[in-house]
Each structure stands twice: as structure tokens, then as C-alpha cells.
């Protein structure tokens, strides 16, 4: 018999007074904590518990109104997922941020302490990641069903210290207190095989076949967690995957006795999804890294092909039934597992399974920095999955022989197309095995979509251009709006009502009141009590004052000698030395904050931290500055960490070389929080300026075209130098060791590689930049204009929510629709 779950009101109320109840009850049942022995992580779990209880009765009428409708589901693949804090997030969908606060603060307990208690997830690097996340709250806003799949990190991204002004890396243990979020499935869990060898072999029904037998294997445990939607009832799930000893390792050793191998093979299984490789964009050809990489997509397509099972659909209506997402390259091995699945598990034919493959997969290309692009050494990857590389041998085959029709007689095209490299050792091209797989191939924004097609994707897009196309990056304005910048948001839905936190391009109507002068008066208080509250950390965490009257101008993001943290750098050291030359010379306030994170093995990038505080040492203390400039870096930049600075930010510095940062996404938060961007036509910048307004954007620099004919021509960074004063003048205070105590040993690896190298054109951009931000400084003196151009930037961030992005993947490559849960 059937029994109806009874549902009570402790666990769907949503007054204060019912959520106070659940909160004492979850403290007592599941902490097992009277108020009075509770300590703050306890009160923590039990608000989580609170939430979540609420989501579970979306989340169960989603899994049966997804079941009923039988809808095509979009899976999206990732290496990372960097979601943030969950329970802010989670309040602000359900739509009950403010009642909870109420039933927390009648307990007399502190609301935001208990939300500044979770340990965010950290599985991701910085944008990729994070678009991930992003992407995830938008289909399930617009009601998509939809799946993402990834890796259970037990240590996510390191957590960052600064002492002596270096960085030092924290293993970042997020998982220490518990997740109340996730929910293991080890009923769903899957095997994965790796190493051995192939054999052929005819079967019964005389088909020619062949068998892998792999050498070892591990268990994919699932653990899924909710992603609510705003304001409405769909929570999609997120399934990450955590590697665990197989039964049958376990079993064997047992019989012989070998209790200590058994468990032996559960740590070094265990091993696989310990560690998130902490580069962004740099790729390392470890073994581990495949291995991760092979792990989360078998056991994603196993998954997949469970689902149908369950559903009673044939092999045939795969792709009706998924479109899988590949973000960036290192899912990619799920063309030739998804292959392998079809032909040797369910024994589809080759050229049904083909088609079957490329209907499904779709794939997106994030960056063109070289040193980005997988490729795999083929030894290492024949040990790991030799059936895989036979596989790839075959689709490679097919594919060259279309080549050569096409293009007769063009053999260097063939062997740049190969999916092999064999120019010298030879590897496996990622990027190439993504596109021939797929059916859809997109980059992140405009500009960058245009190089693909001109560069590094050149061939591939001459042989099948219809397969490409642009889907513009976006960020949730739910994270980075709502939650990060209440004042801002209770200020615009004062004016045009809630509507635009589910419809950024509302945000417009903001137009109207521009001229406004109690409006613009308003908007001013908003981001001044936004800057006094980073201030009031940056105090507290830091032990630096810094003026919420100066102008706030924020760096933040990975470091990368590609993103030029250095060239800001340059900046305030020229500043620095014109105050030094001038005393009473008058500037505009202004605070410079840094944050981001560098690879650890990334030197350059160590050292440019170093740079940092070392300038903000000696301008922070010297009494000529008279705090006309501050220099703070802040340490630990992660999604918490970074949701107090996007809505303090004045100006936001997107200054990388052009045509090198693919989309970025940061310049788009800092936008839609009313702050200015200084920038070069670069990633997504070239469409939030023609959004934006050309006049209300500060733009300089070298574009694309500039950069590649200056480098075409031999650029000469000495040049730069010795015909500009004050850039001479800066390196030179670099070098003589003003920042480094003396020491001119310190930062010489820096300088000379400027003076030298400088592969990302700082000297040539130097001038025009410096120019720019003297426009700057004039700008912000005009109070009344910049506060309408601070205005007009937020109004105009529409197109850069991640509903549009997601919208646009929907209709162009997923052809999905939403599906509304009751
Ligand atoms: C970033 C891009 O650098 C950035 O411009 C873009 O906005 C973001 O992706 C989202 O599209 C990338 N992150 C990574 C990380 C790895 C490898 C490649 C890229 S590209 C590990």
C-alpha cells in the first residue's frame, strides 16, 4: 500500500515564527544541541537543515514532473563547479531571506555571522568555474531540466594567506564540518575502469569485437545537492562524483587475507578525487588529471545510460533524451567513452553510434592561450584507456579521409587537423577530438568566438562552419546583485519593482530616473555604504584604514601575467613617484584593491603578489603619500570573500591584452554594480562598452589587430622604455629596490622579463593607459556625472545575465524548453 508522505508545517511553513520552530527542532534532532550548549557551526547546520527541508519538496516534485514529462535533460560537464556559499543563495530563491533573518534574530543569535559560517565550496579555479555555477541557477530559474556533473573534491582551491607579502597556500578543508547540502546516492554508484589491454575477439553472433581488460578500476559514488531556482519550484541536481575503493578489491584481498592491500587500494582509490589542480588555464599532462577527467565523465554517461534504462527508452533516443555540454576541453573524453559505451557495452554499430554521439555532445572553447590547450602524450594515455586511443585512432581515421576529400592534396591540413599531433612525441589533441565529436561549437564571447574561427580553430571552422557559433558569457543577478548588494537592490525595486532580478533587461527603466537628482543622491549613499562596509573588513581583516570617500579601484581575479595586474601596478608606482616629485601635487583619493589567487607552481605570478604589497607597504607608509593613495591586496579571494568588493567598486580594471582573456566575467559583476570599467577591447568587454555606452566607459590600449601586426613587425619593449619618462622612471624605482628594501635582486625577474620579453605588451599599452586613467581621475571629480554614468552602466547590464546566456544555449544548441514544476 501506498502510503501519502504527511507534510508538516515545521518543514514547508515559511512564517518566522514556523521557521523558528524548525530551526530549535533541526538543533535538537539532528545536532542534538539544546540552544544553550549549541555553538555557532551547530546553529549554522541547523539553519541549513532548515533550508533545505524546504527545497526537498521542490527537488521530489521536480525528479517526478521531469519522469512524467519525459523531457530532454541538458547535462552539463565540468571539471569545476564553483558554487559560493549555498544557504545565503538558497534564501534569497526561496524567497524567504528576510523571515529567516526575523526567526534568527528573535533567538537574539546573530543572522549574518551564522551565513559568514559556511565553508564555500571551492571546486573550481576563478571563471570557469564559477560560469558553471552561474549556469546551474539559471536553468533552474528558467525551469530547464538539467543536470550538472562533476567531481567531488575533497580539498577544492587552496585557501590563500599573504605573510611577508608572498603567497602561501592553505589546503582548504571544506568538507570538515560536514556538507548539509548534499545528499550521497551509493545506490546509484558506478564502476570505472582504467589500464590493461585490448583484445579482438569474434562473439556468438560471428561479430568482430573487442574486449578491454582493464587493469584496475574504482567506484563513482554520486552526491547530489539542490540548485533551486528563483522563485519557482524546479530544483535541478548537481551530481558530483567521489572516487572509492571497488567492492570486488575489497573482497578478493579479504579472501587471501591481505586485509592491509585491501586497504591499501581504498586509499589510493581515494586518491583520484582528492585534489582540484589549482591552475587556470595551464595545462600539466599529469596522469591524475586524466584520470579525474575520465572518472567524472564515464561515470556521468553510465549515469545518463541508467536513466534511460529506468525510463524504458531505447539506445536510439540518447540524444533526445540528453544534450550533453562540454565545458572547455576536459570533459572532452566523453566523445570516445560515449563511443566506446555504445559500440562495445550496448553493441550499436560504428556509424549509428557516431551519429548518436555527435547529436548529443556539444562543446565550448573558453580560451586560446596555448599553453591552455590539452593535449594528452600518447604513451600516458594508451596505459590509462587503450581502448579509448583505439577508438580515437578510428574516428580519426574516418575523419582524415573526409578531409582529403574536401580538400584534395592539402596533406599539411590533414596534419593539422589529425587528432593526433605528431610533429615530434606524439599527443592527443583535445580540442580537435571536441569538435569533431560534436554538433555545436561555441566560444564565450563575441570577439573571442571571431579568433576561434580565425585561429586556433581555423581548419575546423572551414570544414564545418556551420557547427559554430557565439554564446556570450553571463552571470546570475540573483548571487551577484540580490545577495552581494542588498542596498543597491532594495534601491532599484523601490523605483521599478522586483520584476528585473528574473528580468535583467528591466533594469533599463533605471534610464528614466538618471537625471534624478534625490534618486542620484540615493545612489551615491547606496555604494558609499557599500564602500564603508568593505572598509570595515579591509580594517577588521587587515588592519589597513582606507577612506570610503577615495575612489575604489578593484583588481580582481586570478593573477596572470596575461591579465596585467602589473600594468596597474605600473600605474600607482607612477603615481607614487609624481607625489614624490611633487608633493602638493592634487590627485583624486584614490584606493587601489587587489585579490586574486596565483597557481602555485606559477612564479611570475608569485612574484607579481609580491610586487603588490610590497608597493602598498612603502605607499601606505610614506608620510609624503598623506593617504592620497592605499594600496590593498586582499587576501583569499573567493566567491565569499569577493561578494563584499564587486559592490564597493568605482572603477573596475579590465585590463588584459587584447584578444588574450576569452570573455571574463568579473568585469560584468563589477557593471551591473554600478561601477566604471577601465579596459581594452577585449573578451566581453567589447560588448558591455557597446552596451554601456562608448561615453561611459574608459577604454585604451592596442586592439587585437595592434597587438598581432606590433608582434608580426618584432616588438621592442626597450623602446617603450627609453622614450617614456615616467615609465622609465617606474621601472626604474621598481628596480633600484625602493619597494624590495634595497634589494635590486628581488624583482628583477619581473622587470627584466618587461624590459626584454614583455610577450604581453605592458610598455606598449603603458602610455594610453596611464592617459586613461588620468581621464579617471578627472572624471570622479564631477560627482553629479559620474554617479550618472555609474547609473547608466547598471541600467544597461541586461544582456549580461546568465538567463540570456542560457536562454540563447537553449533555443541555438540544446533545443530544450522549460518545463514548469507544480
Ligand atoms: C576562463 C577564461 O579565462 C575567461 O576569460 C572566461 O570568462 C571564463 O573561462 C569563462 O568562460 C577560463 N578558465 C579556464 C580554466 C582552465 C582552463 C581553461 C580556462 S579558460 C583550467
Redesign the pocket.
Known amino acids: 500500500m501506498l502510503m501519502q508522505i504527511q507534510v508538516e508545517e515545521d518543514r514547508i511553513g515559511l512564517s518566522p515564527e514556523i521557521l523558528r520552530r524548525a530551526f530549535l527542532d533541526n538543533l535538537f534532532y539532528i545536532q542534538g544541541k539544546p540552544l544553550a550548549l549549541a555553538t555557532k557551526n551547530d546553529f549554522y547546520i541547523a539553519l541549513a537543515y532548515t533550508v533545505r527541508d524546504r527545497m526537498l519538496h521542490c527537488w521530489n516534485s521536480t525528479a517526478s514532473t521531469y519522469t512524467a514529462r519525459g523531457s530532454r535533460t541538458v547535462c552539463y560537464l565540468s ?2 563547479f564553483l558554487m559560493g556559499p549555498h544557504l545565503g543563495n538558497n534564501l534569497i530563491n526561496l524567497g524567504i531571506y528576510d523571515q529567516m533573518k526575523q526567526a534568527i534574530e528573535g533567538l537574539d543569535l546573530d543572522f549574518e555571522e551564522l551565513i559568514a559560517q559556511e565553508e564555500e565550496p571551492g571546486l573550481g ?4 568555474g564559477r ?1 558553471a555555477a552561474c549556469y546551474l541557477d539559471s536553468l533552474a530559474t528558467l525551469e530547464i531540466p538539467s543536470m550538472g556533473y562533476g567531481i567531488r573534491y575533497e580539498f577544492g582551491i587552496f585557501d590563500q594567506e599573504i605573510r611577508d607579502g608572498w603567497q602561501v597556500e592553505i589546503t582548504d578543508k571544506w568538507l570538515r564540518y560536514g556538507n548539509p547540502w548534499e545528499l550521497p546516492r551509493p545506490e546509484w554508484a558506478v564502476e570505472i575502469k582504467f589500464g590493461g589491454y585490448t583484445e579482438p575477439f569474434t562473439d556468438d553472433q560471428g561479430r568482430y569485437r573487442v574486449r578491454w581488460i582493464p587493469a584496475w578500476s574504482v567506484k563513482g559514488v554520486p552526491y547530489d545537492t539542490p540548485i533551486l531556482g528563483y522563485q519557482v519550484n524546479t530544483a535541478n541536481t548537481l551530481r558530483l562524483w567521489k572516487a572509492e575503493a571497488p567492492e570486488s578489491f575489497d573482497f578478493e584481498a579479504f579472501n587471501q587475507g591481505n586485509y592491509y592491500r585491501a586497504v591499501q587500494e581504498k586509499v589510493a582509490s581515494e586518491n583520484l578525487t582528492k585534489v582540484l ?1 589549482p ?4 595545462f600539466e599532462g599529469k596522469q591524475l588529471r586524466l584520470q579525474q577527467q575520465f572518472f567524472f565523465v564515464s561515470c556521468s554517461l553510465q549515469d545518463m545510460f541508467h536513466i534511460l534504462e529506468r525510463q524504458q527508452l531505447p539506445l536510439e533516443a540518447f540524444p533526445q533524451k540528453f544534450t550533453v555540454q562540454l565545458n ?1 576541453t ?1 570533459p572532452a573524453i566523453a566523445v570516445a567513452e560515449l563511443m566506446r559505451l555504445l559500440v562495445d557495452k550496448y553493441l550499436v554499430e560504428w556509424d549509428k553510434a557516431w551519429d548518436i554521439t555527435q547529436q548529443t555532445l556539444a562543446y565550448t572553447n ?2 586560446l592561450l596555448p599553453e ?1 590547450l590539452e593535449k594528452w602524450a600518447l604513451d600516458l594515455f594508451a596505459g590509462l584507456l587503450p581502448r579509448h586511443l583505439e577508438i580515437i585512432y578510428e574516428i580519426n581515421a574516418r575523419f582524415l579521409d573526409r578531409v582529403r576529400l574536401k580538400f584534395v592534396g592539402d596533406a599539411e591540413r590533414t596534419a593539422r587537423m589529425s587528432l593526433i599531433d605528431e610533429q615530434g612525441a606524439r599527443y592527443i589533441r583535445m580540442a580537435h577530438l571536441a569538435c569533431v565529436g560534436s554538433h555545436a561549437i561555441n566560444g ?1 564571447a563575441a570577439l573571442h568566438s571571431e579568433l576561434l574561427k580565425q585561429t586556433v580553430l581555423k581548419d575546423f571552422y572551414e570544414f564545418f562552419p556551420e557547427k559554430f557559433s557565439n554564446k556570450t ?1 553571463g552571470v546570475t543577478p540573483r548571487r551577484w546583485i540580490a545577495l552581494s548588494n542588498p542596498s543597491m537592490t532594495k534601491l532599484i525595486t523601490s523605483k521599478i519593482g522586483s520584476g528585473w532580478i528574473k528580468h535583467l533587461d528591466q533594469l533599463r527603466q533605471l534610464e528614466s530616473f538618471v537625471g534624478d537628482i534625490e534618486f542620484q543622491r540615493q545612489w551615491r549613499e547606496s555604494k558609499r555604504s557599500n564602500k564603508q562596509s568593505l572598509a570595515a573588513l579591509v580594517k577588521n581583516r587587515l588592519d589597513i584604514t582606507i577612506d570610503p570617500d577615495s575612489l575604489f579601484d578593484v583588481q580582481s581575479k586570478r593573477i596572470h601575467e596575461y591579465k596585467r595586474q602589473h600594468l596597474n601596478a605600473l600605474h600607482i608606482v607612477t603615481l607614487y613617484d609624481s607625489i614624490k616629485q611633487n608633493p602638493t601635487l592634487e590627485i583624486t583619493p584614490r584606493t587601489f584593491i587587489f585579490g586574486g589567487k596565483a597557481a602555485p607552481g606559477y612564479y611570475m605570478a608569485k612574484l607579481m603578489i609580491k610586487l603588490i604589497t610590497a608597493i602598498a607597504e612603502v605607499v601606505n607608509g610614506d608620510p609624503d603619500v598623506r593617504d592620497r593613495i592605499k594600496v590593498v591586496f586582499i587576501p583569499d579571494y573567493n566567491v565569499t570573500n569577493s561578494q563584499p568588493v564587486y559592490p564597493a567598486a568605482d572603477l573596475s580594471e579590465q585590463i588584459s591584452t587584447a584578444g588574450l ?5 568579473g568585469n560584468m559583476k563589477f557593471a551591473m554594480n554600478g561601477a566604471l570599467t577601465i579596459g581594452t577591447l577585449d ?2 568587454n567589447v560588448e558591455i562598452r557597446e552596451e554601456v555606452g562608448a561615453e561611459n566607459f574608459f577604454l585604451f590600449g592596442l586592439i587585437t589587430e595592434e597587438v598581432a601586426a606590433l608582434k608580426e613587425q618584432g616588438y621592442n619593449p626597450w623602446d617603450y622604455y627609453h622614450s617614456n619618462d615616467a615609465l622609465k622612471a617606474a621601472i626604474d624605482l621598481i628596480a633600484s629596490g625602493h619597494f624590495s628594501h634595497g634589494d635590486r635582486d628581488l624583482f628583477k625577474p619581473l622587470v627584466d622579463k618587461l624590459l626584454h620579453h614583455d610577450p604581453f605588451l605592458l610598455l606598449a599599452d603603458y602610455a594610453s593607459y596611464i592617459e586613461c586613467q588620468t581621464k579617471v581621475d578627472q572624471a570622479y571629480r564631477d560627482t553629479q556625472h559620474w554617479t550618472r554614468m555609474s547609473i547608466l552602466n547598471a541600467a544597461r547590464m541586461g544582456k549580461f545575465s546568465s538567463d540570456r546566456s542560457i536562454r540563447d544555449y537553449c533555443k541555438e544548441i540544446w533545443k530544450v524548453q522549460p518545463i514548469e514544476v507544480l
Do not use: M
Open positions: 571539471a569545476e579555479n576563478g571563471g570557469l560560469l589542480y591552475n587556470d588555464e595551464k572547455d576536459h573558453h580560451t591552455a564565450v558569457n582573456e576569452a570573455s571574463g566575467t573578451g566581453a
